[in-house]
């Protein structure tokens, strides 16, 4: 059993996570080219064997004339189907965004989360290979899932998918792109612009997300000994994310801050009414605990409905290990609150 040291004594992690915690590398995002390469090996590893199933790639277009590349996963036919759900045509649909500390991963990174989600919910996948920053900082990786919105409204019809039940979710950074994404969605619908005023979301799927860029929570504070992620990580990632220098700290507060960040940091937004509902998690031993928790009081306090999941003697993104007994049992959380926002 794993033992972190930190301010407040001794933290117990869960046996199976703790064994796994020993395997798993830091990754030092002031090498880019090796954090990419081990965030690739990593998943490897971890889906060694697995087999998630046939996708279709399509691409969304970007202003420039490039595009957004996607892959979406259908359920197969002995998949499980939505319980009490009315039959029809189209498929319900998940957008789904990798973590990766808006840095390195990519449509490889949640194959094996993405083919379970489909095959146990009975809904289409889409994924997204958002662009990455240090090279796209904020705001290309949230255009690109705006982007990705609009080519859902003027598609879903053609592909089978139905546009009024859509959820939007991501891990980690991910989840701080799927929540600026369903913000952007609501400003949309109460101007009645973009494509993404004419889907619904239903649900946002927050896992563990990057929430608040101004990293003055205690748990970021404390955990500087965590696997996956530690304060320190986060803000480099936060600094590359926002195009400002490593250990720019002051730079970094000041970009944060800036009007123009409003979507990169959803937990500072103070306007939540109108927002879909949200499922979120969190992890005890996670420098992102605390302003998950904080951003599921607010979204509370605005009256939108939330289903809150903190995981005691669990670590960031612990239910991408779906081999331990935590991880099955947070997937199969993650698919009920789907089958009920779907039915």
Known sequence: MRMLTGVN???????????????????????????????RTVVEEMHRGSHPGPVEHHSAPRPDGSGVALTLRRPRPASRRIPGAVPRASLPVLVFLHGGSFVTGGLHTEEERCGYYADATGCAVLSVDYRLSPEHPYPAALDDCGWVLD?????????????????????????????????????????????GARLQVVLQLLLHPVLDGTLGTASVRLF???????????????????G?????????????RAPSARYASPGRVDDLAGLPPVFLSTAEFDPLRDEGLSFALGLLAAGIPVELHHYARAFHSFDSFS?????????????????????
Request: glycine share 12%.
């Open 224 to 242: 500087e000994d965590t696997p996956i992620i530690t304060g320190q990580h986060l803000r480099d990632c936060w600094a590359m994310y926002l």
């Open 9 to 39: 004594g001794t933290r117990t992690l869960d046996p199976e996570l703790a064994a796994l915690a020993t395997l798993i590398p830091l990754i030092d995002l002031h090498d880019m080219e090796q954090a990419r390469r081990i965030e």
């Open 151 to 195: 080519w859902l409204a003027d598609n879903a019809a053609g592909l089978g998918l139905d546009p009024t039940r859509v959820a939007m979710g991501g891990l980690s950074a991910g989840g701080a792109l799927a929540a600026g994404t369903a913000l952007r969605w609501r400003d949309a619908r109460r101007t009645a612009a973009g494509g």
């Open 244 to 256: 400002v220098g490593l250990g720019d700290d002051e730079g970094l507060q000041a970009a944060v």
């Open 323 to 343: 081999a331990t007994r935590m991880g099955r049992t947070a997937l199969a959380a993650h698919v009920d609150a789907l089958h009920a926002a779907f039915r």
